[in-house]
């Protein structure tokens, strides 16, 4: 079955510094969805990527599709303290599959 | 506008015994989507719910099962509860016409411990 695998499983940053979270898809993706999810929280929808070698901004974050559709990233400029919980990719389908998530961590 | 609402937040069972989860989608929303997050995983896909029925299923035992009712709300009922049961189930809702392209909306979830 398909198969979400994330890198890394946790990384903690210095205010203001940037991070970076892999997804890899062991299939092609009709397209890729990613969320965030606060402590204590739930799944929050942060965007969707359809097209190969797509890329999309949301202020300090910017999601990108690979070109073989396999695979994905979310890279945050200059991190904050809000930006702090775990975020998720997922595949398609009515059925999401979830990737094992990454932990950020910020220190101020 | 209402968002997911699930009930209860929290709740603790024995091995073996039985628990009803319940979620209220988001309004506008026809399609039910079950989760279980163990702690430091991803959410599990459980099993999805349109027009009352079971649309998919996730590699889940058939000691999990559900319901949807004509309002679009759902339960999820778990029997013989085991101590891996243990985990936050989330409740997600979306529309049948996004298909696969649609966001999710998840409600805060119930946390259910198993002793």
């Known amino acids: 079955g398909q198969q979400v695998m994330q890198i890394p499983q946790y990384q903690h940053v210095q205010e203001g510094e940037d991070f970076t979270t892999y997804c890899n898809s062991s299939?092609?993706?009709?397209?890729i969805q990613w969320y965030k999810q606060r402590p204590g929280g739930h799944p929050v929808f942060l965007i969707q990527?359809?097209?190969?070698?797509e890329v999309k901004k949301q202020k300090r974050l910017t999601f990108q599709f690979g070109e073989a559709k396999k695979n994905s990233s979310l890279h945050i400029t200059a991190t904050q303290t809000t930006d702090v919980g775990t975020y998720f990719c997922?595949?398609?389908?009515?059925?999401?599959?979830f990737g094992a998530g990454t932990i950020l961590r910020v220190k101020s | 506008d209402a968002g997911v609402t699930q009930s209860p937040t929290h709740l603790i069972k024995t091995r073996g015994q039985q628990v009803t989860l319940r979620c209220s989608p988001k309004?506008?929303?026809?399609?039910v989507s079950w989760y279980q997050q163990a702690l430091g995983q991803g959410p599990q896909f459980i099993f999805q719910?349109?027009?009352?029925?079971?649309?998919q299923r996730g590699n889940f035992p058939d000691r999990f099962s559900g319901h949807q009712f004509p309002n679009y709300s759902s339960e999820l009922n778990v029997n013989a509860l085991l101590l891996g049961d243990s985990a936050l189930y989330l409740c997600?809702?979306?529309?049948?016409?996004?298909?696969?392209?649609?966001?999710?909306?998840f409600g805060e979830g119930s946390r259910l411990t198993v002793l």
């Open positions: 997600a809702s979306s529309l049948a016409w996004s298909g696969n392209t649609g966001e999710l909306f």
């Open positions: 299939t092609t993706l009709s397209n």
């Open positions: 990527l359809v097209k190969s070698g």
């Open positions: 997922a595949g398609p389908g009515n059925k999401l599959v």
């Open positions: 309004s506008g929303h026809d399609t």
């Open positions: 719910y349109y027009e009352e029925e079971e649309r």
